[in-house]
């Protein structure tokens, strides 16, 4: 045999090595252990940057600063929370008297969050409330609830009988029924 062929069947005769997959090198807690070891670093730099030895000094310093606003300043940021809170009651009430204001013109009170949201869209332009939600059912005359009912089983008027009827009276008038 020559050279290369026993080569050949060296490499072919060579065990496979199997692949073992890589243990992990750090366990879920350790890596925990690191993260967090690693942000209380991160922290203290922060802290340190601005001059603080903790946390509870933020707090401190907001307490600091609130003790030295002025009359004024405490003024300003309280009318600022009232006029918030002065809003959103006025937001309340403007959705209460539309909801109202829908009902009362005939909407189903299960549409009339759908109408109010509508008309308070600002797609709709109007002097009032009532003006606006005019004008949503003026384009979608479907929300406005009909009289009388359901829709099917009633009597309509100006109808003219079907052929049924007329075959059944023509077979009761051959047999001699009314």
Known sequence: MSEEQMQTEQT???PVEQVQPEQPKYTDKQLNDL???N???ELKKT???YGLKSPEEIAE???LKQSQMSDAEKTAARIAE???LHKAATDKADAAEAKVEAIAKGVPADKAAKVVKL???GDYEGDSIADKIGKVLAEFPEFIAKQGGADFGGQTSNTTPNQEDEL???MRAVAGLK
């Open 12 to 14: 072919v005769q060579a």
């Open 35 to 37: 993260i967090a070891k």
């Open 39 to 41: 942000s209380g670093k």
């Open 47 to 49: 802290l340190e940057a």
């Open 61 to 63: 310093l907001v307490k």
């Open 82 to 84: 009232l006029e918030a």
């Open 119 to 121: 008309a308070m869209s």
């Open 168 to 170: 059944r009276k023509k």
